[in-house]
């Protein structure tokens, strides 16, 4: 059974304060590991996919990262605009035809002026 | 376009009753879903539907059907709505595109059933 572990729950940081965001995860054969971004009221919006170790993708001041057991989302000088609900979601070798995605509870970013 | 749309945003039901949430895409994708989100919880799969006119059963199908008649359209039911469905729930689409394709959301339905 695929599991997703994010961590902290809740994170608060002064503008300016870089920090980082910790997906822990057990899957059987990583097909992707996704990060989305929930802002209060609203459906998850997609920010990155990685599929190997290794591999790094940025966007704007988000930077994700992957290992084989943890994915790591790095946010630097962030801005009150930042803050968010972030999601990290597996799908394994085990989800077949249904693509299914197993998520996080998240974590709760607060970015103070 | 509109991406993925949901109606209502938000309803709320006495135990016993039933209604239909309506999920709508114009990306032409041919996979939907249909997730619920409880606070504390990770979002779970309930229904997912590979093509028009197929669904299947996902993480947390017991109480709820659905219905893909239409490409574009994912319809998601409750028949006798219970307490423990109240939830916020979300639709997303994908493309079916190689072995890794990316999930779109809707902007989700708030049920509370009292």
């Known amino acids: 059974e695929d599991q997703v572990t994010q961590s902290p729950e809740a994170l608060r940081l002064q503008e300016g304060e870089s920090s980082s965001l910790n997906c822990s995860y057990t899957?059987?054969?990583?097909?992707?590991l996704f990060w989305y971004r929930q802002d209060p009221g609203k459906g998850p919006e997609f920010l990155f996919t990685?599929?190997?170790a290794g591999e790094e993708k940025e966007k704007e001041r988000l930077k994700a990262t992957l290992t084989k057991k943890e994915s790591f989302l790095h946010i630097t000088a962030p801005k009150p605009e930042d803050s968010a609900t972030y999601l990290c979601a597996v799908r394994g070798v085990s989800s077949g035809s249904a693509r299914q995605l197993t998520f996080g509870s998240g974590t709760q970013l607060t970015v103070l002026p | 376009n509109a991406g993925v749309t949901q109606t209502p945003k938000f309803r709320v039901l006495k135990t016993g009753q039933s209604m239909t949430l309506l999920c709508a895409q114009d990306?032409?994708?041919?996979?939907m879903y249909w997730y619920r989100q409880d606070p504390g919880m990770g979002l779970r799969l309930i229904h997912y539907?590979?093509?028009?006119?197929?669904?299947a059963k996902g993480e947390v199908p017991d109480g709820y059907n659905v219905s893909r008649l239409k490409k574009q359209n994912f319809l998601l039911g409750l028949e006798s709505a219970a307490p423990s469905q109240t939830s916020v729930y979300f639709c997303a689409s994908s493309k079916l595109a190689g072995p890794v394709d990316t999930q779109y959301f809707g902007p989700g339905t708030r049920l509370t059933v009292l």
């Open positions: 539907s590979v093509g028009e006119g197929t669904t």
């Open positions: 990685l599929y190997s």
């Open positions: 990306m032409n994708h041919e996979y």
């Open positions: 899957v059987s054969g990583l097909r992707g």
